[in-house]
Antibody, heavy 121, light 107 residues
Framework: QVQLQESGPGLVKPSETLSLTCAVS????????WSWVRQPPGKGLEWIGY???????NYNPSLKSRVSISVGTSKHQFSLELNSVTAADTAVYYC???????????????WGRGTLVTVSS | DIQMTQSPSTLSASVGDRVTITCRAS??????LAWYQQKPGRAPNLLIY???SLEYGVPSRFSGSGSETEFTLTISSLQPDDFATYYC?????????FGQGTKVEIK
C-alpha cells in the first residue's frame, strides 16, 4: 500500500533554511494533492501548505512569506523549504495526502511518520 | 481565519464509558470537519470525515455528528486502545485549522 516517508536534517541553525523531502512509495503523486503539517513538541497541529501532483500550491498565510513546496523530478516525492527559521519552527514535520482534488477532500487520509526538526545553534 | 475550539482539553474515563468530545468553529463550516486520533510518538490517524462519515477500517464505536459550528466525536464504549489525543480539523476555507486537542486519559 502507499506509504509516506519524510527525510531531511534533524538540526537547522537559526536564520537558515529547513529542507525536507517526502517520498511516496507504493504509488505516485498523481492524482492526489499533498500537504505538510507540523506539530511543535507537546502542542497541536498546524497546516503549512499543499501541492498538487501538477505543482499547484497553496500556503498557510501565517507562513506564506517563508515557505515553498515543490514536486520532485521523479514524481514520487515532494519537498518543503522553510527559510529564516527560528526556535519557534522546532517541530515534528509530517507529510500527508488528501484523498481527492476538490473541496470535499481537504482532509488528510494518509500520513508519514513525521520527522523532528530542531532549530538551534 | 476560522478558529476551532475543542472541549474538554483533558478527559478522564474508564474502559466501557461513553465519551463525547466537542469541537466548535468560530463560524459556519457546513460539514467540512474531520476527526483524528493521535497516540504519543505517532502520526495522526483519520477517524471521521465530512463530520459523520467513518473512515474505512475505523471501528464502529467511533461516530461523528454536527454541522455549521458545533460538532461532536463520540466513542460509544471506550476501549484500552482508545486512550489518545483527538483533534478536529476544518477544511471549509483556507487556512485549514485544527482544534487544540482533547487528551483522553485512564480514570
Amino acid at each position: 500500500q502507499v506509504q509516506l516517508q519524510e527525510s531531511g536534517p534533524g538540526l537547522v541553525k537559526p536564520s537558515e533554511t529547513l529542507s525536507l523531502t517526502c517520498a511516496v512509495s507504493g504509488g505516485s503523486l498523481r492524482p492526489y494533492y499533498w500537504s505538510w503539517v507540523r506539530q511543535p513538541p507537546g502542542k497541536g497541529l498546524e497546516w503549512i501548505g499543499y501541492i498538487s501532483y501538477s505543482g499547484f500550491t497553496n500556503y498557510n498565510p501565517s507562513l506564506k512569506s517563508r515557505v515553498s513546496i515543490s514536486v520532485g523530478t521523479s514524481k514520487h516525492q515532494f519537498s518543503l523549504e522553510l527559510n529564516s527559521v527560528t526556535a519557534a519552527d522546532t517541530a515534528v514535520y509530517y507529510c500527508a495526502r488528501h484523498p481527492g482534488t476538490s473541496n470535499w477532500a481537504w482532509y488528510f487520509d494518509l500520513w508519514g511518520r513525521g520527522t523532528l526538526v530542531t532549530v538551534s545553534s | 481565519d476560522i478558529q476551532m475550539t475543542q472541549s474538554p482539553s483533558t478527559l478522564s474515563a474508564s474502559v466501557g464509558d461513553r465519551v463525547t468530545i466537542t469541537c466548535r468553529a468560530s463560524q459556519s463550516i457546513s460539514s467540512w470537519l474531520a476527526w483524528y486520533q493521535q497516540k504519543p510518538g505517532r502520526a495522526p490517524n483519520l477517524l471521521i470525515y465530512k463530520a459523520s462519515s467513518l473512515e474505512y477500517g475505523v471501528p464502529s464505536r467511533f461516530s461523528g455528528s454536527g454541522s455549521e459550528t458545533e460538532f461532536t466525536l463520540t466513542i460509544s464504549s471506550l476501549q484500552p486502545d482508545d486512550f489518545a489525543t483527538y483533534y478536529c480539523q476544518h477544511y471549509n476555507s483556507y487556512p485549514w485549522a485544527f482544534g487544540q486537542g482533547t487528551k483522553v486519559e485512564i480514570k
